[in-house]
């Protein structure tokens, strides 16, 4: 546990307000990026970082050191972040039924952002992901955190995270295995060499 973040904490439930700052000056970048990976949009992520540092600051008093400071902000953002993916889905489906012959949403640039960095298989393959799959991958992989701090933030046992993450490791090699040609298709290539 960082013992100046758990200083700092203990003044603030205090009735000393000015020292949140710090808190959210050490969090603020990793919160950030965390909601940007699950959310995929950078000013969905910056919206979602306010949201999130504003609750923290409202329920601080309920925070007890049983659990590092970093996993409770965590969960936080991991719900923040599921309500609004949520939130979303029932938008986008409601889109949808007003306009079922245009599709009228674009690539967000990190979405852009994310297909140049990553392959195409991968892209295609973590878009094919449920939320709380892409989530545990963000954390896992990404944040670098422990099964069992993941099994703090998402709500679940360890051991139920060490399986779910294995379950969706193979998901997701399995969906990024490349398409096997059908053996009667013929390589235009040599159809063309065939004719020359």
């Not at 910056?46 to 540092?53: K, S």
């Not at 939130?87 to 949808?96: A, C």
């Given at each position: 546990m960082n013992e100046e973040i758990e200083y700092r904490i203990k003044r603030v439930q205090a009735g000393e307000i000015q020292d949140y700052a710090y808190i959210v000056k050490e969090y603020q970048?990793?919160?950030?990026?965390?909601?940007w990976?699950?959310?995929?949009?950078e000013q969905e992520a910056?919206?979602?970082?306010?949201?999130?540092?504003v609750s923290a600051f409202?329920?601080?008093?309920?925070?007890?050191?049983?659990?590092?400071?970093?996993?409770?902000?965590?969960?936080?953002?991991?719900?923040?972040?599921?309500?609004?993916?949520r939130?979303?889905?029932?938008?986008?489906?409601?889109?949808?039924t007003l306009f079922t012959s245009t599709n009228m949403t674009s690539d967000s640039a990190a979405q852009v952002m994310e297909r140049q960095l990553?392959?195409?298989?991968?892209?295609?393959?973590?878009?094919?992901?449920?939320?709380?799959e892409r989530n545990l991958l963000v954390l896992r992989i990404f944040?670098?955190?422990?099964?069992?701090?993941?099994?703090?933030?998402?709500?679940?046992?360890?051991?139920?995270?060490?399986?779910?993450?294995?379950?969706t490791k193979t998901k997701l090699k399995k969906m990024m295995e490349p398409i096997k040609e059908d053996p009667k298709c013929v390589n235009y290539k040599t159809e063309l060499r065939n004719k020359a």
């Open positions: 970048r990793q919160i950030f990026v965390y909601c990976r699950i959310l995929g949009s910056e919206e979602a970082v306010q949201d999130i540092f409202e329920k601080i008093s309920m925070y007890r050191p049983t659990v590092g400071f970093s996993s409770w902000l965590y969960k936080m953002a991991y719900h923040h972040c599921l309500n609004l993916i939130r979303k889905k029932l938008q986008r489906k409601f889109k949808m990553f392959s195409e298989p991968l892209s295609r393959a973590l878009d094919q992901l449920n939320a709380e944040e670098e955190k422990s099964f069992g701090e993941i099994g703090e933030i998402m709500n679940k046992s360890e051991e139920a995270i060490k399986k779910k993450y294995g379950r």
